[in-house]
């Protein structure tokens, strides 16, 4: 089947660990993103990717890092900066280029919980 | 800096009322414009998408959207709810400027009172 999966669902920390959450797509897809959503704030942008070995910061990149080195790949670690790292993290793909009209397909989300 | 705002933090309504969320985003160039659904215990889903022509677009289970370019505004319809419509709805904005950069408004939630 064709999708995105991120792993693990769930996942404990203590406070001063680096964390690394995965994201893979069979979608073929270019772009990838990364979203944190908190409730009453909805979904709030990390990073972006639009081709391999590229990405861009989104709206509340501080304390989070990224690679991608894949096409189907795109990491998010949780670094200790993060100082509220407490969330539900969404990845999403979708097509990029010329008559892409930006959908985005999500996986199922990963639950941080910091101790 | 861009934003959506969904104004309309939780809605509640009885079946086969009619629903309109609304949805305003602040960025003056070309957009696409979405709304996306994300059902209880299920992981978000489009729900239906507008890009060019015909501004008023209908989406899945019988739900449309109009948008007016000089309100900035995709307001989100449906004539007459039902109970599996609750769920938390989301406006999303793609900027043409940066054409992978898609932003989403805070969310709406609804509820339908069978």
């Known amino acids: 089947d064709g999708g995105i999966t991120q792993s693990p669902k769930y996942l404990f920390r203590k406070e001063g660990q680096n964390v690394t959450l995965s994201c893979e797509q069979n979608l073929n897809h270019d772009a990838m993103y990364w979203y944190r959503q908190d409730p009453g704030q909805g979904l709030r942008l990390i990073y972006y990717s639009q081709i391999v070995n590229d990405f861009q910061k989104g709206d509340i990149a501080e304390g989070y890092s990224v690679s991608r080195e894949k096409k189907e790949s795109f990491p998010l670690t949780v670094t200790s900066a993060q100082k509220n790292p407490t969330a539900f993290y969404l990845c999403a793909s979708g097509p990029y280029g010329q008559g892409s009209t930006g959908e985005l397909f999500f996986g199922e989300g990963s639950r941080l919980t910091v101790l | 800096a861009q934003s959506v705002s969904q104004h309309n933090h939780h809605v509640i309504l009885s079946e086969a009322a009619s629903l309109e969320l609304g949805c305003n985003y602040s960025y003056g160039g070309t957009v696409n414009l979405f709304w996306y659904v994300q059902y209880p215990g299920q992981h978000l889903q489009l729900l239906l998408k507008y890009f060019s022509g015909d501004p008023l677009v209908k989406g899945i289970k019988g739900f449309e959207a109009e948008f007016i370019k000089s309100k900035f505004s995709f307001n989100l319809r449906k004539p007459s709810v039902q109970w599996s419509d609750t769920a938390e709805y989301f406006c999303?904005?793609?900027?043409?400027?940066?054409?992978?950069?898609?932003?989403f408004g805070s969310g709406t939630r609804l509820s339908i009172r069978p």
């Open positions: 999303a904005v793609n900027l043409y400027s940066s054409a992978s950069k898609i932003i």
